[in-house]
């Protein structure tokens, strides 16, 4: 078993930033690659950004390349930095850990956090 905590999220103006933090913990040898799902209500989640714990590969989905930054600070927790906020991002983000292949496609997603709610609004 591998559990996922998560912190962060909030409330911003269009143009503002924030930050979410996952870690880790357990049994995270059964996993190879982690990342973060938004999801608003009545579609699923899609990831936008994933990385590699092992080495720090990072991928991410054109509609937040330049604006996010995945990142990690020790083996098993990870950043997600968001900049140049859209209301376009509002909804509630999920750190995923699971097995990817070579080429950043998430084959399975093992396992979730709860969750953090991003609302980006005037």
């Known amino acids: 078993q591998v559990h996922l905590a998560e912190s962060g999220g909030g409330s911003v103006q269009p143009g503002g930033s924030l930050r979410l933090s996952c870690a880790a913990s357990?049994?995270?040898?059964?996993?190879?690659?982690m990342g973060w799902f938004p999801q608003v209500p009545g579609k699923e989640r899609e990831e936008v950004a994933t990385i590699y714990p092992g080495t720090g590969v990072t991928y991410y989905s054109d509609s937040v390349k330049g604006r996010f930054t995945i990142s990690q600070d020790k083996r098993n927790t990870i950043h997600l930095q968001m900049d140049s906020l859209e209301p376009e991002d509002t909804a509630v983000y999920y750190c995923?850990?699971?097995?990817?292949?070579?080429?950043?496609?998430?084959?399975?997603?093992?396992?979730w956090g709860q969750g953090a709610q991003v609302t980006v609004s005037p």
């Open positions: 357990g049994d995270t040898y059964m996993v190879n690659c």
């Open positions: 995923a850990a699971g097995l990817c292949d070579d080429a950043g496609t998430w084959s399975v997603v093992k396992y």
